[in-house]
């Protein structure tokens, strides 16, 4: 799809806050004061409100979904995804895409000011879970005036959230499409995000988490986005962009960058510090680690309430979130006689596959997305 | 196979060094005065100097190969396989383990004493490639009046020890048992190593190599071995033995350790620094991403000029080095017409399979053994 000037979209972030005096629960049992939620939305809602479909972002991820901010020359994260005629068709659907509670991209998390002392949370913001994600965006669509979703989906983390909320609000959730996630995060996923919060806490800068205003635990943050992009990549896919390309000549006096990849790794983790809080990701890691539909059940009772449609989508190269767990669940609807479509994408990218085979997404998700709105009667 | 008191092997290391004036050569073209090497033998060399194997250790291995040093309680990192009538039975063999130069247990490596100033090499001391650890070892076996290898074996990057060895030495390399290795090192691998290396280089205390006397950088080195125990297991087998087992019971306010894998993690890496060095961490780990057998080449050209005998090892699970890479090895032996056993051990225990599947390693090493034994004609 050409994108000519016509079809640029112009987006732009928005905020929506508790009305004052009105805290917001916490799964915990804590509670947050003054909630603000940072959104997107796309194209437009329908006279019958039937056409809301809410995306959900991954772990470093943010409400800026599709569009272009003015001046911007980069677009949202799901873009070739979502807008006229695309998968997300805005000509047809109101989509909206918020950032997550505990992020650090607008909405309330470790960064925030806390309206008790006047200072930035840091440590002392509550502990936050996929469902506390979920029901602060259930405050956002409430406030739009939604009272059903068309659809939910997301990868990775984002895929969680729209597992959490077919499972939390069957009777409010028409269709759910997770994309290359997981119902529980399993030994391996919890202790690869357990190193990245190891290493952020060994920085110095980290200090417990009160760092804000002072120098950053940049050091720190970098390694665990270094770990994660390891994690993002499939083994086959770093042979083909980088293989054993040196960057330097000669053995590594010093150590300094000889291979292409460490460069690469090195380049992501730097970049990386520039943009996100480190304190924000031992919370959003956190929250996956605890992320756990199945608990001491049955996946098969987990659904058991579910009035929802499912597209399910898998990648063969994605070893952080392989398809085997979401066949788990797939299995799970279908035991159910619920309505899912399963469809493992044959790729290179691994779990990185998400953000990049937009070509197969998207008319999976299109087909999807027209019969699930038929289907609703619309 | 019981352990009785006649069979407890007590063991002791030696140190070879290389006499005055004999500068070592090293790859690079660098050279090192007074190589010292830390070394263990087990059994007897026989009259025909025709039974002597060598084992080469991985990245944190040590020259205690087998048996007890006195007053320890554990054994050698092998010892389930060395010994009187296990696998490399030191009734028949002579048994040879030197800890690698580069290392920190006993051979010459950055935490050395550089003769020209009588302080710690730290970033001083030369890189160290794996073909300079099969030099240093000729020397070894040299001094010990051995001309041929009946064996020479290894896992991980004792592997591509063996391999090299293969390779460098054809005429005198009877046979040859890599395990669970490769022929050169992947991106992903690469990746995997510089993470660790980034977190060690992160850490203040580092202070680019120089902290010998001081505080040495062990939350650094703690990460880069927890990076490390995820890549050796598999995601079943952490599955098995962590699950998503709850150390603490309330959510982790302050990210203490709340799931076992957590803890599990925090205490091989706290271990791990007591008694590991760093700055060969950083060493031995830029060793393995510069192991390259094929280069530029064709991997069948590399075993043009092998005369060994081999017994290809790897592990279902091993995702660290899956099998497919030791396969092409395998391929590569069988176009020149060498004989080759390949065989993959169906295991859930990961890359760390090398250091557990005692019972299925020792019949398939035994067996080949007594062959290649016989086929010399002894």
């Known amino acids: 799809m050409e994108t000519t000037d016509a079809q640029i979209m112009v987006a732009e972030t928005k905020f929506y806050s508790t009305p004052p005096g009105e805290d917001f629960l916490l799964e915990s049992g804590l509670t947050l004061k003054d909630l603000r939620i940072a959104y997107e939305t796309y194209g437009k809602l329908n006279a019958e409100r039937s056409n809301a479909v809410l995306l959900c972002h991954a772990l470093s991820g943010d409400a800026h979904a599709a569009g272009y901010h003015k001046g911007d020359k980069k677009p949202g994260w799901w873009d070739p995804m979502v807008g006229p005629g695309k998968a997300f068709d805005t000509d047809k659907y109101y989509v909206i895409c918020s950032n997550i509670i505990g992020g650090c991209k607008g909405s309330s998390g470790p960064n925030s000011i ?34 059903r979703l068309l659809c939910v989906s997301g990868g990775s983390m984002g895929g969680m959230q729209a597992l959490d909320w077919a499972v939390r609000y069957p009777d409010i959730v028409e269709s759910c499409i997770p994309v290359a996630t997981t119902y529980k ?117 987990v659904f058991k309430a579910s009035r929802s449609r499912f597209l399910v989508i898998t990648f063969s190269s994605d070893w952080l979130y392989p398809p085997v767990q979401l066949k788990e669940v797939v299995k799970a609807l279908k035991m159910n006689g619920i309505d899912v479509t399963y469809c493992e994408i044959s790729s290179n990218y691994g779990h990185d596959a998400f953000l990049l085979e937009f070509e197969v997404e998207s008319k999976l998700i299109k087909f999807f997305l027209e019969k699930t709105f038929q289907k609703a009667g619309r």
Do not use: C
């Open 114 to 147: 806390n309206p008790s002392n006047g200072k930035p949370y840091g440590l002392s913001f509550p502990i936050v879970s996929v469902g506390d994600m979920v029901n602060a965006q259930k405050k956002l669509i409430e406030f739009l005036g939604i009272e």
């Open 185 to 301: 995060h399993s030994a391996q996923q919890i202790a690869f995000n357990e190193v990245g919060r190891q290493a952020i806490m060994a920085d110095p800068a980290w200090n417990s988490g009160d760092y804000y205003g002072g120098e950053i635990p940049s050091r720190g943050l970098s390694v665990a986005r270094m770990v994660g992009h390891i994690t993002y990549m499939s083994s086959e896919s770093m042979d083909q962009k980088f293989g054993r390309m040196i960057k330097e000549e000669k053995l590594g006096y010093g150590f300094t960058t000889e291979f292409e990849v460490e460069g690469y790794l090195r380049y992501r983790g730097d970049s990386f510090v520039k943009r996100f809080d480190a304190n924000s990701y031992l919370y959003i890691t956190k929250a996956m680690d605890h992320f756990d539909l199945q608990k001491d059940g049955k996946l098969y009772d």
